[in-house]
């Protein structure tokens, strides 16, 4: 499903205009790129996921084709992780609703 297709959808099951439903979306991407991009604040959506920015450490890695070692630097990553009921959903557990 593509970001056009999902507004559809929202704006289905919402009946909210797609304008309006675009503008909440792009609102929302907005809001979880200021969190990954400053880092020390996590969104989360109970039940459903949240995004953090994270650090990872310098450490040595190892190149897959020749197995010479390498120096892998520090870098900032983004981590989403499933909430619960994500998470009963794709187990089969729980209905979505």
Same mark, same amino acid.
């Given at each position: 499903m593509n970001k056009s297709e999902l507004i559809d959808k929202i704006s289905e099951s919402t009946g909210v205009s797609k304008a309006d439903t675009e503008r909440v979306l792009k609102g929302f991407e907005e809001v979880a790129q200021q969190i990954v991009a400053t880092g020390g604040d996590k969104l989360t959506l109970t039940g459903f996921m949240s995004i953090e920015? /994270?650090? =990872?450490? +310098? =450490? @040595?890695? =190892?190149? *897959?084709? @020749?197995? $010479? @070692?390498?120096? /892998? *630097? $520090?870098?900032?990553? /983004?981590?989403?992780?499933?909430? $619960? @009921?994500?998470?009963?959903? +794709?187990?089969?557990k729980r209905q979505p609703s």
């Open positions: 920015q /994270v650090h =990872r450490k +310098a =450490r @040595t890695g =190892r190149n *897959p084709q @020749t197995g $010479a @070692t390498i120096q /892998v *630097p $520090a870098s900032n990553a /983004v981590k989403l992780t499933p909430g $619960a @009921t994500l998470k009963d959903i +794709a187990k089969g």
